[in-house]
Nanobody, 124 residues
Framework: QVQLVESGGGLVQAGGSLRLSCVAS????????MGWYRQAPGEERESVAAITSGASTDYADSVKGRFTISRDNAKNTVYLQMNSLKPEDTAVYYCNAEIIRSYSGGRANSNTFWGRGTQVTVSS
């Protein structure tokens, strides 16, 4: 089975930086889009950043200019570089990836998988 494991979270002061990593392992024939989401207590999950297989990126307005998403296809890994962190960035950060699991009838069959999350806490 496919597993996504995040790392790199922690406690940091406002203005500091963290780099999150997410490694996918298991039965993987290919990876399409990858992304990062976050969820703060009492709030709904929101998309933070996404990156396509062609390396096109998209960011939430709240993090634009501060966060950078990237991927290393050889390592099945997606990163989120977070700079100029603010207290409002505090949340559990989850990675996800659309992973090709098999081929059937000439088409690729994919599913979206999620990591279990890593806590990011930014103190004021």
């Amino acid at each position: 089975q496919v597993q996504l494991v995040e790392s790199g979270g922690g406690l940091v002061q406002a203005g500091g930086s963290l780099r999150l990593s997410c490694v996918a392992s298991g039965r993987i024939l290919g990876i399409r889009d990858m992304g990062w989401y976050r969820q703060a207590p009492g709030e709904e999950r929101e998309s933070v950043a996404a990156i396509t297989s062609g390396a096109s990126t998209d960011y939430a307005d709240s993090v634009k200019g501060r966060f950078t998403i990237s991927r290393d296809n050889a390592k099945n890994t997606v990163y989120l570089q977070m700079n100029s962190l603010k207290p409002e960035d505090t949340a559990v950060y989850y990675c996800n990836a659309e992973i090709i699991r098999s081929y059937s009838g000439g088409r690729a069959n994919s599913n979206t998988f999620w990591g279990r999350g890593t806590q990011v806490t930014v103190s004021s």
